[in-house]
């Protein structure tokens, strides 16, 4: 594999994290100060350590903001009563604390932010390589645009799970090279498809061994086509085109590959593709551009 781990996070994509408004996980965190991990193990910090210490929290939650339950991010306000929220909320709620109605959106609870400056915790996809510690409100950014975060096999019946720089070469040593349609960036080459079961194709780069998954949906006036990459959704999108040819006609449809970590046909059915003809599968042409 050519591919080599990158020395800092994603810079690229969308530089807000997702809102997760669903149940909450009621885990207990281990938050830690990863450089003083051995040293917090004796009795009393020593000068040169400082005053850096390892702890468990037990209630995490406190550290989220509790209207909207993502990670709070400075600035964090407080109501004349003490009611917690985000500036996000804070603005939403007409800065109307939710609890107690009284004002909130002015009064900034400093000691919270620098608690929350001060925590450092490892990245969730540290078990897949990302070696990023970073604040406890940057968290989600990152994990957001964290190049490390899990892709699975698109080997049917594999459940492999892996960074995506791991991915290409866990395919082709355990599935073979003959598992996938091997091609060549700016070289058209054609995959058959059938028109009547869903189907999804890996298709394998000679050079870099990057995995795409080219889907085809039967649908009642033809087949839904998508070429997909498997990696974090910060990358950039691929260029491709398919070319169906039929009777002396033919169909053209250039676009971008989505970014995906998984195959699974549902996480690709409502994004764009192209409806070809039946006609159109003798002779179908694909090319995928750096
Ligand atoms: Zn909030
Ligand atoms: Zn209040
Ligand atoms: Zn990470
Ligand atoms: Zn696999």
Redesign the pocket.
Same mark, same amino acid.
């Not at 799970?161 to 599935?175: G, N, Q």
């Given at each position: 594999m050519k591919k080599s781990s990158p020395v800092s996070e994603a810079t690229k994509g969308k530089s807000t994290a997702p809102r997760t408004t669903t149940t909450r996980s009621r885990k207990r965190k281990h938050v830690e100060l990863p450089q003083q991990q051995e040293q917090a193990a004796a009795a009393a910090p020593s000068p040169t350590q400082g005053r850096s210490f390892t702890f468990l929290l037990s209630e995490p939650d406190v550290l989220d !903001?509790?209207?909207?339950?993502?990670p709070?991010t400075i600035p964090v306000y407080q109501c004349e009563n003490g009611h917690v929220? !985000? /500036?996000? !909320? !804070?603005i /939403?709620l007409e800065e109307k604390c939710p609890s107690c109605c009284l004002p909130i959106g002015s009064i900034r609870v400093r000691v919270l932010e620098k608690v929350l400056e001060s925590i450092k915790v490892q990245c969730s996809h540290a078990k897949y390589g990302c070696k990023v510690t970073l604040s406890y409100s940057d968290k989600c950014v990152h994990e957001f645009n964290c190049l490390f975060m899990p892709c699975h096999c698109p080997h049917a019946d594999c459940d492999f799970v892996s960074s995506f720089y791991d991915l290409p070469l866990h395919f082709i040593s355990e599935h073979g090279s003959s598992a996938a349609v091997r091609f060549s960036y700016d070289k058209p080459f054609a995959v058959t498809l059938q028109s009547e079961d869903d189907q999804a194709i890996v298709l394998q780069e000679e050079t870099d061994d990057t995995l795409f998954v080219l889907h085809n949906f039967v649908f009642s006036l033809g087949n839904a086509v998508n070429v997909c990459c498997i990696q974090p959704d910060s990358l950039p999108k691929y260029r491709f085109e398919i070319l169906g040819k039929s009777k002396g006609s033919s169909l053209e449809w250039k676009s971008f590959t989505m970014n995906i970590q998984s195959s699974s046909v549902d996480t690709t059915l409502s994004s764009r593709f192209l409806v070809i003809p039946s006609d159109y599968f003798a002779d179908l042409e694909t090319c995928i551009h750096m």
């Amino acid at each position: 594999m050519k591919k080599s781990s990158p020395v800092s996070e994603a810079t690229k994509g969308k530089s807000t994290a997702p809102r997760t408004t669903t149940t909450r996980s009621r885990k207990r965190k281990h938050v830690e100060l990863p450089q003083q991990q051995e040293q917090a193990a004796a009795a009393a910090p020593s000068p040169t350590q400082g005053r850096s210490f390892t702890f468990l929290l037990s209630e995490p939650d406190v550290l989220d !903001c509790p209207i909207c339950f993502d990670p709070l991010t400075i600035p964090v306000y407080q109501c004349e009563n003490g009611h917690v929220a !985000c /500036s996000t !909320c !804070c603005i /939403s709620l007409e800065e109307k604390c939710p609890s107690c109605c009284l004002p909130i959106g002015s009064i900034r609870v400093r000691v919270l932010e620098k608690v929350l400056e001060s925590i450092k915790v490892q990245c969730s996809h540290a078990k897949y390589g990302c070696k990023v510690t970073l604040s406890y409100s940057d968290k989600c950014v990152h994990e957001f645009n964290c190049l490390f975060m899990p892709c699975h096999c698109p080997h049917a019946d594999c459940d492999f799970v892996s960074s995506f720089y791991d991915l290409p070469l866990h395919f082709i040593s355990e599935h073979g090279s003959s598992a996938a349609v091997r091609f060549s960036y700016d070289k058209p080459f054609a995959v058959t498809l059938q028109s009547e079961d869903d189907q999804a194709i890996v298709l394998q780069e000679e050079t870099d061994d990057t995995l795409f998954v080219l889907h085809n949906f039967v649908f009642s006036l033809g087949n839904a086509v998508n070429v997909c990459c498997i990696q974090p959704d910060s990358l950039p999108k691929y260029r491709f085109e398919i070319l169906g040819k039929s009777k002396g006609s033919s169909l053209e449809w250039k676009s971008f590959t989505m970014n995906i970590q998984s195959s699974s046909v549902d996480t690709t059915l409502s994004s764009r593709f192209l409806v070809i003809p039946s006609d159109y599968f003798a002779d179908l042409e694909t090319c995928i551009h750096m």
